[in-house]
């Protein structure tokens, strides 16, 4: 959705970055890409990219090939990606191809990584696969204002009842990073999510869409609460959202294609089966998600990935 003159007018949000030392870390604590460091420096525009889709949203190789893809993507439309990770206890933004290729085959043995398990991962020198709160907290930290992924985490289904509330909105409420996705896991609960997000200040938005986006699918039953049509509207918002100093992120949900949309039918489907698996296996935290998805992908025999990597 991105055009060259809205990623500059993001560009100048960047924050002045200080001097590397000799392992192209910033005072020992984060280390850049040479890529990253120079465009962060110059003022051009950056993307960040998560990293958990990598380590647990999908097999090797499809895991190593999308993460490519969408690095390219980023490239094609005037920026740099910045994939974020923590490899050996270093905070990463930025990965090398080698490093890409390391992470995608560690799998699910690094570790899920969001804002509570970053110290933790640090301490230990392990390999975490950052969530959306974590990257949020990096992107930040470092001064990339926009941050691009799949689908956010969200109110769990019964999460009235287990109060399993993803970090992710949490973050939202504290994080002035830009979040574009394609809306909210449709293995969650939308309608509580929307909810939450609004008492955390979050503004939500619908690019070229009324109806809020459930991931999977375009459409989900809920009326997205604001709308913009161009990348230069949603560059304007995120750019009032810094300069009012609101101290929050934005949400711009954006929906996929309706002709690569999985059926919804099919979808709900495969998800109430999984979610009784889940309950019945005393599944919960942070493995249900990924069990979830893994099992969504099984019952509606791949459909569901190929929507996750369009």
């Known amino acids: 959705?991105?055009?060259?003159?809205?990623?500059?007018?993001?560009?100048?949000?960047?924050?002045?970055?200080?001097?590397?030392?000799?392992?192209?870390?910033?005072?020992?604590?984060?280390?850049?890409?040479?890529?990253?460091?120079?465009?962060?420096?110059?003022?051009?525009?950056?993307?960040?990219?998560?990293?958990?889709?990598?380590?647990?949203?999908?097999?090797?190789?499809?895991?190593?090939d999308t993460a490519k893809q969408v690095e390219e993507i980023v490239r094609k439309n005037g920026a740099v990606p910045a994939t974020i990770a923590i490899l050996d206890g270093v905070p990463c933004v930025g990965l090398s191809a080698e490093q890409l290729e390391r992470l995608a085959t560690l799998g699910t043995r690094a570790q899920k990584t969001a804002r509570r398990d970053i110290a933790y991962v640090v301490a230990g020198r392990r390999n975490g696969a950052t969530t959306v709160s974590a990257t949020m907290f990096f992107a930040s930290m470092v001064g990339i204002p926009v941050f691009v992924t799949g689908g956010i985490g969200g109110v769990h289904r019964h999460g009235e009842e287990t109060m399993d509330v993803s970090s992710d909105l949490t973050?939202?409420?504290k994080t002035p990073v830009a979040v574009i996705s394609a809306g909210?896991?449709?293995?969650?609960?939308?309608p509580k999510t929307l909810e939450y997000l609004e008492t955390q200040g979050v503004c939500v938005v619908g690019y070229k869409t009324d109806e809020f986006p459930a991931f999977f699918t375009d459409t989900s039953g809920c009326k997205a609460p604001c709308r913009?049509?161009?990348?230069?509207?949603?560059?304007?918002?995120?750019?009032?959202?810094?300069?009012?100093?609101?101290?929050?992120g934005v949400l711009i949900a954006v929906p996929i294609p309706k002709e690569q949309s999985a059926s919804g039918s099919k979808i709900e489907s495969a998800i109430q089966k999984a979610l009784k698996e889940a309950r019945e296996k005393n599944i919960i935290g942070s493995a249900e998600t990924p069990f979830l998805l893994a099992r969504v992908n099984e019952l509606t025999g791949g459909a569901s990935l190929a929507s996750s990597i369009l």
Do not use: W
């Not at 040479?34 to 380590?55: D, F």
């Not at 909210?184 to 939308?190: A, Q, R, T, W």
């Open 1 to 64: 959705m991105a055009s060259s003159s809205a990623l500059s007018r993001l560009s100048n949000l960047h924050n002045h970055l200080r001097p590397l030392d000799s392992n192209n870390q910033i005072e020992g604590l984060v280390k850049f890409s040479p890529e990253v460091y120079q465009a962060l420096s110059s003022g051009r525009a950056v993307v960040a990219l998560e990293s958990t889709i990598i380590s647990h949203g999908m097999p090797y190789p499809q895991n190593l």
């Open 171 to 173: 973050e939202l409420g």
């Open 184 to 190: 909210v896991k449709s293995i969650l609960d939308i």
């Open 228 to 248: 913009l049509d161009t990348p230069e509207e949603c560059a304007r918002l995120i750019d009032a959202t810094t300069k009012l100093k609101l101290g929050n």
